[in-house]
Each structure stands twice: as structure tokens, then as C-alpha cells.
């Protein structure tokens, strides 16, 4: 049940698929940890198609669009063969984001001011087809005032300076810079989101923020999804090894077959 001042949670499920890619095979499915998050409550389904693909592939975009019953927001780069791809998917969302090769990860949020006319173009031709666009900002009023310019009806705060902030002082400040942020783009008209470095013991804090929509989260949820299910998985393969050499009765379908559901 969500509250009506409850910001929507977006699912970022990226590093499913870069564990995939570790051994370039077909597990963890990305779409099935789609599905299982939106069983589980996720309010939407984000993903980054960058233009390496060290995680998300174009084939799980395409499919993901056809399987996700939320909402597909697509993280993306301003780059032509990027928005292209974005055209043809059609997602719910583009999230339009900074991208840097050798990152690990989103640094910063994308520069709107300097990058004004690439980032229109991309706005524009996004809207044109049918996508809404928003775009991923560091909270700054600079950054907010040249979003709105843009044409966009939404942006998304970086909160990465608050998650990665150590210390009380550090914390405050930078939340503070999210709430006034927050405050002066929801002034503005436009529809504000949150995400980046949120994880289970700093987002209570933004969840409060007054006016926040949605909050978009990933790292955190997919490395507490590996640790509270690895009791599982252990107990599930010593049962399945003590049941191949017959140290407890072999239930039906002790043995799953490839196809088998495991979830
Ligand atoms: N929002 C945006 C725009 C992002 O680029 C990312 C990271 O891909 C996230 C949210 C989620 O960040 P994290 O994985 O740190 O929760």
C-alpha cells in the first residue's frame, strides 16, 4: 500500500546484468528479476544501456518493454546511436544521464547548462517520439532552471553527494542542498525524482523530502538480494547433491531440470 506522499520506487536492475555478463551466459535474467521486483512491489523498472554494454544489452531492452507492466525507465546517454536505439524501444521513460567510459559508476549528474543544445536535441527528439524525458541533475538551481529550458517536464536529483557524504555534518549538509533543490525545481512546475547511492540506512531521509515523486535505487537492492539469499541457495544445493546420492528421500522434482523454476 502506498501512502499518498509515499515516493514511487524505481528498481535499478543493472547489476543483475552485469553478473550475467561476468560469465557472458544467460543467468541472472534480468527480465525475470524485472518481473520478481514488480511482484515484490517495485513501482517501476530502470535500466542503463550504455554505450559499452558492460551490463544491460539491447536485446534485454527490447524485451523488458514488452514484459514490464510498471513503468521502463531507460537511463541513457544524449549520444545519437543511443537515442535512436531509445526511439525504436519506445520506453515509458528516458532518463537522460551523464556517461564516461572509464566511470564504475554515474559520476555526477549530466552537465544541462553546458551541454544545452546536445541535451535539447535529445529532449526533442525523445518527445517526438512519444517518450518522456527526464533528466538526471546534481542539485543546483543552475542545473534546474537550464532542465526546465530544456523542455522537460521532470528531473531526477543526484543524491550521490549525500549517500557517499561521511559524518552528521557532511550528511546535513548535503541533504539540505536536496531538500532546497527539491523545493525550488517543484516551484518550477516540474516533477522531481531522486536516486543515486540510496541504500537501506540513508533513505529514510529523502523519502521525507516534501514533493519527491519517485525514488530510483539499485546497487543496494541487488547486493542485499545476494546476501539474504544465500541461506536459500546453499540449503537448496546441499539438498540437492545429499538427494542425488540418496541421503534423504528423493522427493518429486528434487532435481530441477534446466527449465525448472527456481523462484
Ligand atoms: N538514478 C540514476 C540516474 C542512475 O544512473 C543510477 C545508477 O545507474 C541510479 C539512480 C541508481 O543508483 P544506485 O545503483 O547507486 O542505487
Known amino acids: 500500500m502506498r501512502s499518498l506522499n509515499m515516493p514511487k520506487l524505481g528498481v535499478n536492475i543493472d547489476h543483475v546484468a552485469t553478473l550475467r555478463q561476468v560469465r557472458q ?121 537550464a532542465s526546465k529550458k530544456s523542455g ?22 548535503y541533504f539540505k542542498e536536496l531538500q532546497n533543490a527539491a523545493a525550488f525545481a517543484i516551484n518550477k512546475g516540474l516533477i522531481v525524482n531522486a536516486g543515486h547511492g540510496l541504500d537501506y540506512y540513508n533513505v529514510a531521509r529523502v523519502a521525507r523530502i516534501k514533493g519527491i515523486e519517485e525514488l530510483n535505487i539499485g546497487y543496494s537492492i541487488v547486493c542485499r538480494a545476494v546476501l539474504v539469499g544465500l541461506s536459500r541457495a546453499v540449503k537448496e544445493m546441499k539438498e540437492l547433491i545429499s538427494t542425488a546420492v540418496g541421503t534423504v528421500p528423493v522427493r518429486a522434482k528434487a532435481t530441477p531440470r534446466k527449465r525448472d523454476c527456481l523462484y
Do not use: W
Not at 153 to 173: C, F, V
Open 152 to 173: 522537460v517536464g521532470m528531473i531526477e536529483l543526484h543524491t550521490g553527494r549525500y549517500g557517499d557524504a561521511k559524518g552528521k555534518k557532511k550528511q546535513d549538509k
Open 25 to 145: 551466459g544467460i543467468e541472472p535474467e534480468p527480465v525475470l528479476a524485472a518481473l520478481i521486483c514488480e511482484a515484490s512491489g517495485a513501482d517501476g523498472i530502470v535500466v542503463h544501456l550504455r554505450e559499452d554494454r558492460r551490463h544491460v544489452q539491447d536485446n534485454d531492452v527490447y524485451i523488458l518493454k514488452k514484459c514490464v507492466k510498471t513503468k521502463l525507465n531507460l537511463e541513457m546517454s544524449v549520444v545519437p546511436e543511443i537515442v535512436r536505439i531509445a526511439c525504436k524501444v519506445k520506453p515509458d521513460q528516458a532518463t537522460l544521464v551523464p556517461e564516461r567510459r572509464q566511470e564504475l559508476t554515474t559520476e555526477g549528474g549530466l552537465d544541462v547548462a553546458a551541454n544545452f543544445k546536445r541535451v535539447k536535441q535529445a529532449v526533442e527528439r525523445l518527445h517526438e517520439s512519444g517518450i518522456r524525458v527526464s533528466l538526471f541533475i546534481d542539485p543546483d538551481e543552475k542545473q534546474i532552471d
